[in-house]
């Protein structure tokens, strides 16, 4: 039988050994089987993975940005089949400069969701409140989040998508503005070539979209995280994700905010 520290030593073998999965899964294009069915991990350990995959991530040298929630919108939680909030970490390598080409060949089955992106001013080390959120704040920013499951036909439950970093793959931020203010009913459009793909308001993200914020610090707190200033937060999408497909011109209009724009370039 094993004793305590031998489970504990497997245990920690068994998170490496998914973490290496998802991980050479993403860096070398290649779809999984879902992994939580067969290894039956908790959502504690789907996030233990979650964060050894990243680590490999900084081992090459990729640094931290910020953090992405997840299914902070009813249409994404319909469209996933997973209705609990999320959370996921960004690197710089998974940023894509607005108004450029994103090579499809460095994803799997690339989806696109309109989202807004906040960028913080102060370190947030604690649980903030909707009023304090603000405060915390420099900017918010029209965005959206290329997303690529790694998992085969892009089939997850609620585990295996958290130990995949939440399907994070792209992210791709237009212009910061200051007033975040007054952000609980803006118009979202997404368009691929001009023809809208996906309408919704900002009032899709958890009610207001600075709810994402408070969120994320409750989060970061209860695992013991502090998000340096000048942090991004992804909020979550407003409307489903659509998929891409190469020589598109993508872009999303957020009323107020401006637009931010890409095109596809390469084959998938
Ligand atoms: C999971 C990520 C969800 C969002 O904005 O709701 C997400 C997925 O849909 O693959 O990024
Ligand atoms: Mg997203």
């Known amino acids: ?64 940005v910020g953090v992405k929630l997840g299914f902070t919108s009813r249409a994404k939680m319909v469209q996933m089949g997973v209705d609990s909030l999320i959370w996921g970490l960004l690197t710089d390598a998974m940023l894509y400069e607005e108004g450029a080409t994103v090579p499809l060949d460095h994803f799997i089955h690339p989806r696109v969701e309109p989202e807004l992106c906040f960028l913080t001013s102060r370190p947030i080390a604690r649980p903030l409140t909707l009023l304090e959120a603000a405060g915390y704040l420099a900017g918010v920013a029209p965005a959206m989040e290329i997303i690529d499951s790694r998992f085969r036909n892009f089939k997850f439950n609620l585990e295996d998508v958290v130990a995949d970093n939440c399907s994070s793959a792209g992210v791709v931020v237009g212009e910061f503005s200051p007033d975040v203010g007054d952000l609980a009913n803006r118009g979202v459009t997404m368009r691929f070539n001009g023809r809208p793909v996906a309408m919704g308001s ?28 000048g942090s991004l937060i992804m909020a979550g999408a407003a409307t489903a994700a659509e998929a891409l497909a190469p020589g598109l011109h993508v872009s999303v209009d957020i009323g107020g905010l401006g637009r931010a724009e890409f095109t596809t370039g390469g084959a998938i």
């Open 1 to 64: 039988m094993l004793r305590g520290a031998d489970w504990q030593g497997v245990r920690a073998s068994l998170i490496a050994e998914l973490a290496a999965t998802l991980d050479d899964a993403a860096r070398l294009r290649r779809e999984t089987d879902p992994l939580a069915p067969v290894h039956g991990f908790t959502l504690e350990q789907a996030y233990e993975i979650q964060r050894a995959s990243i680590a490999l991530r900084h081992g090459r040298g990729e640094k931290p």
């Open 202 to 229: 900002t009032g899709a993200i958890l009610g207001n979209p600075l709810r994402s914020v408070v969120q994320a610090s409750r989060l970061a707190s209860a695992a013991g995280l502090t998000l340096p200033a």
